[in-house]
């Protein structure tokens, strides 16, 4: 069983920048793909960005077309916990960001292909 707590929401004008954080507690965390994902009010759960373990032991990272250049996901094995730096940011971007975990080995922006999710952290971007 894996716990996730994310962090680091908040209310913010257009064009600045927010971290968030998921510390990731139980399973092995080095392991899991891990993904950010974000809901909108009266819209659906969508993939915002992954970091997902590859056969060569390295990660590969993902991205929301409409979030690359803008945001970027990272890791800490040694902390178990996985930020997304959010620059640029745009009043589209306001949502409910939740982090999510999974044993996948591939690209996926299925959330019902992730096992674990945090509880979610608001972020409100004003124009």
């Known amino acids: 069983q894996v716990q996730l707590v994310e962090s680091g929401g908040g209310l913010v004008q257009a064009g600045d920048s927010l971290r968030l954080s998921c510390a990731a507690s139980?399973?092995?965390?080095?392991?899991?793909?891990m993904g950010w994902f974000r809901q909108a009010p009266g819209k659906e759960r969508e993939f915002v960005a992954s970091s997902v373990l590859s056969p060569g032991n390295t990660y590969n990272t993902y991205y929301q077309d409409s979030v690359k250049g803008r945001f970027t996901i990272s890791r800490d094995n040694a902390k178990n916990t996985v930020y997304l730096q959010m620059n640029s940011l745009k009043p589209e971007d306001t949502a409910v960001y939740y982090c999510a975990a999974s044993g996948i080995w591939y690209r996926s922006t299925n959330p019902a292909d992730y096992d674990y999710w945090g509880q979610g952290t608001q972020v409100t971007v004003s124009s």
């Open positions: 139980g399973g092995t965390f080095r392991r899991y793909a």
